[in-house]
């Protein structure tokens, strides 16, 4: 029986036997010794999404030390309010970084705490998910929006409906209208910016 430790793009965690391409975790451990979901969803607000393959490591899945998420893509990731790992992601969190916003004098980049504050007010309305009512025309590729309480990523001028498995056929969005959007704002200028994020094979 799969673990309830997949993300959606509304930050929800849900059980599937689909296999996601990036792990991730929300600061620490908040699920029971009996491998059960408690009342918390995160534990701090440094929320990452990581590679599945990482210099040999083998963890035990939701053991002693956090609680291990997985995600379909990169752009799930980022709908659900998650930066990349500057451990095992390094350069991608390096650009990342540099694009999040304008750096304090003296540095190259905002830190790592930085873009948690700003993402996690970004991310959670109190408990639930923040949607950001936006122009669907302005939106970058890689942002997910909600249409008819299901969610879909902008590339290459279609929107292509998320599932645990992958993508399915995309669509032409309507134009001239304003969207429900799941990706926080900070990453859509990161993506505008030029960030490219990982997608799933099924997005090709």
Known sequence: MPLPNRVDPF?????????????????GKFHTDAQSLTARRWVSRQWICCVLDFRGRHRHVWGRYYTELFFLDEVTAFAAGHRPC????????EQFAELFAEPPRGRDRVSAKAMDDVLHAERLDGKAKRIHRLEL????????????????ALRAG???????????????????????????????????????????????
């Open 11 to 27: 930050g929800n965690l849900f059980a599937t036997p689909a296999r996601g391409t990036l792990m991730g975790n929300r600061g």
């Open 86 to 93: 500057f451990e095992c992601r390094r350069a991608d969190a």
């Open 137 to 152: 025309d302005r939106l970058p590729d890689g942002a997910m929006v909600a249409l008819d309480g299901e969610a879909f």
């Open 158 to 204: 279609e929107l292509m409906r998320w599932s645990p498995s992958g993508y399915t056929a995309g669509r032409k969005p309507p134009r001239g209208i304003a969207v429900d959007v799941l990706t926080p704002p900070s990453i859509l200028s990161v993506l505008k910016d030029g960030y490219l994020p990982l997608w799933h094979p099924s997005a090709d």
